[in-house]
């Protein structure tokens, strides 16, 4: 069993629609939490960091942390056909060189 | 500003041949990681700096694979012998200082290595 599972999708929604990924992981040390987007061919861009459970918005993006579950969420409002990309969620200790563990990575599509 | 720059950006070359991935961080970035990402094993982490010494190099699949950074800045990912295994997308990020302290990483878009 992997570390941080997330479903590979894909997510395929109407343009306008709430997108909603999450992922889950079973080592409890993890204390930062990320999610990057991915378009084809390029590197992931980084677009939540957050530390301890509860919520961050930034924009049409909002982060949720529940440590207690081992369960991190991002929902994405408004969507559009732009942010039609694979979602990644990532996850470090607090020390231990700050190496990033990814999920597999959930693909979406938004439809116009 | 500049973000992390990787070159080459493709490399295509053949079973048994050595090669050379560099990645040029982001200006002031102290702590620099090397991951591979590949189809059936999402992405991996390689090996990171912190300066010029690698504190870990547990993601290194084989005494193939070394890396090494000069002048806290640029960063050489060497594959020697390679084998058709190693074909993968090799991305680098880098970050503020790495230790007491977690940084977000950025990431450069990598060198897709391709062997024949």
């Known amino acids: 069993q992997k570390e941080v599972e997330q479903d590979p999708g894909p997510l395929s929604v109407p343009e306008g629609a709430i997108v909603s990924l999450n ?14 987007r991915q378009y084809s061919r390029k590197g992931p861009e980084l677009l939540m960091y957050t ?3 509860g919520n961050k918005e930034d924009g049409r993006f909002t982060a949720q942390v529940d440590k207690s579950s081992k369960y991190i969420s991002l929902f994405i409002r408004d969507s559009q ?14 020390a231990a060189g700050n190496k990033l563990t990814f999920g597999g990575g959930t693909r979406v599509l938004v439809k116009p | 500003g500049a973000g992390v720059s990787q070159s080459p950006s493709n490399k295509v070359t053949e079973k048994g ?3 050379e991935l560099r990645c040029d961080p982001i200006s002031g970035h102290t702590a620099l990681y090397w991951y591979r990402q590949s189809l059936g094993q999402g992405l991996e982490f390689l090996i990171y700096f912190q300066g010029n010494s690698a504190p870990d190099k547990s993601g290194l699949p084989s005494d193939r694979f070394s890396a090494e950074r000069t002048g806290g800045s640029v960063s050489t990912l060497t594959i020697q012998r390679t084998q058709q295994e190693d074909s993968a997308v090799y991305l680098c990020a880098s970050s ?7 940084q977000p990483q950025h990431f450069g878009d990598g060198t897709r290595l391709s062997i024949l």
């Open chain 2, 17 to 19: 041949k050595d090669v």
């Open chain 1, 51 to 53: 530390y301890s459970s």
């Open chain 1, 81 to 94: 056909p732009s942010d039609s990309a694979t979602y990644l969620c990532a996850m470090t200790l607090k």
């Open chain 2, 96 to 102: 503020l200082v790495a230790t007491g302290s977690n």
């Open chain 1, 23 to 36: 992922c889950t992981y079973s080592n409890s040390a993890f204390q930062y939490f990320m999610w990057y």
